[in-house]
Structure formats: structure tokens, C-alpha cells
């Protein structure tokens, strides 16, 4: 049976960590903006589907869509004391390395059962423009599968959050904007999962071009 909203603890941690830590980094450092925040379902499994620049792109966006964002880590993190309970409690699942698409899409749906929002890069990995060049089907066929709707949003600037060689992140400004919830697919059909890929990387676009 499906939840409305995360486990209770998770929803503590990521509160905690979020006023404690990623707000005030957004807000202050970052002199951050976030647009469509009212666009966000408030509970109920979701996918939210963005572009991808910078390692701090996950808790960004966890705090702008104003609940938590489960994503997939690395299995080796999982390993390490401490850690390994922090990022569970924020929300992260653990993928082995090389593993099939089809494990990562397994755990995904495990986490979209139990009312998490899960974040998924269109392009899978960082673009080193923000852009979305080469959107991946992935999320459209879990929300397929899940009858989850999916929910652009653009990272404006993150891209420069690091200067190559640099040790401490720049304060540069953030914008993120917040699109309208796509429909799933009706089916797996792989035609319907590139249509509505095709149109979160469009809707991703032209959240990114408005810039600032």
C-alpha cells in the first residue's frame, strides 16, 4: 500500500538539515530565487525531473520544491558509519555501481510507494552548461510504471558554483524555477516515454533561458 507523505523521521531530518543548512546557503550565499513553488503536489508520489550542473544540485532542489527529494547514491556510501545513516535519512537509496537501469528503476518505485518525491537528472549525468542535450527515457518509464506525475524544474547557474581547482564553492547567483506537473505516460510504449521526455526537457529549457 502506497503513503501520502515520507516516513515521519525522514521528515524531520530533512527539515532539520534544510533550515540549518541548505536555506540559508541558497537564500544568503547564494542570493538564491525560486519561482513555482506553489506548482509542487504537497504529498503523494512524484518524480521530479531537472537539469544537472553541480554536486550541490540535489539539496537545492529538495529545498526549493519545499519537500524532501529521494535520489540514488552510490552503493559505497552506504558503507561508511555516520554517513551511511545521514543520507538514508535524507531520502538517499543505494545503486550499485554498473548495475542495470533496471535495479535503479526497481528502488525508485520502492521509494514513490512509501510517498517520497523521487529527483531524477534528465540527462543523467552533470552537463557543464546546465543544458539537457541528451534526455534519458528513465523517468518518464518509472512514472509510467508508477502513474506518478513528473514535474520539470530548472537549475539556473549552478553550473559556477565551482571554479575548476577551487576548494571553497562561489557565492554566484542561483535561480531555480519551478514548471507545471506533466501527466505520465499512459503506457511503456517507448514512442510515449520519448514524447513526454521530449517534453520535460523542453519545458526544462525554457525555465533555464529565462535566466536570472
Not at 540559508?24 to 550542473?53: C, E, S, T, W
Not at 529538495?62 to 535519512?89: G, H, T
Amino acid at each position: 500500500m502506497s503513503r501520502d507523505r515520507e516516513p515521519p523521521v525522514n521528515l524531520l531530518w530533512y527539515h532539520l538539515f534544510k533550515w540549518s543548512v541548505v536555506s540559508p546557503m541558497l537564500g544568503l550565499y547564494f542570493r538564491g530565487r525560486v519561482y513555482g513553488a506553489d506548482q509542487v503536489p504537497k504529498a503523494g508520489p512524484l518524480i521530479v525531473v531537472a537539469n544537472h550542473a553541480s554536486d550541490f544540485d540535489p539539496p537545492l532542489l529538495s529545498a526549493a520544491v519545499r519537500r524532501p527529494v529521494s535520489y540514488m547514491a552510490k552503493e559505497e556510501l552506504f558503507k561508511v558509519p555516520v554517513l551511511n545513516q545521514a543520507i538514508r535519512l535524507y531520502g538517499a537509496y543505494p545503486v550499485k555501481r554498473g548495475s542495470a537501469d533496471r535495479s535503479a528503476i526497481r528502488e525508485a518505485l520502492k521509494q514513490l510507494e512509501q510517498g517520497w518525491a523521487v529527483g531524477i537528472f534528465l540527462q543523467g549525468t552533470r552537463t557543464p552548461d546546465g543544458r539537457v542535450s541528451e534526455p534519458k527515457i528513465g523517468a518518464a518509464l518509472i512514472a509510467a510504471k508508477a502513474h506518478a506525475p513528473l514535474l520539470p524544474v530548472s537549475l539556473w547557474g549552478t553550473q559556477r558554483i565551482f571554479k575548476k581547482g577551487a576548494a571553497i564553492p562561489r557565492p554566484v547567483p542561483l535561480t531555480i524555477r519551478i514548471g507545471t506537473p506533466i501527466d505520465p505516460p499512459p503506457s511503456t510504449d517507448r514512442l510515449g516515454l520519448e514524447t513526454i521526455t521530449a517534453a520535460c526537457a523542453n519545458e526544462i529549457h525554457r525555465l533555464h533561458d529565462l535566466g536570472r
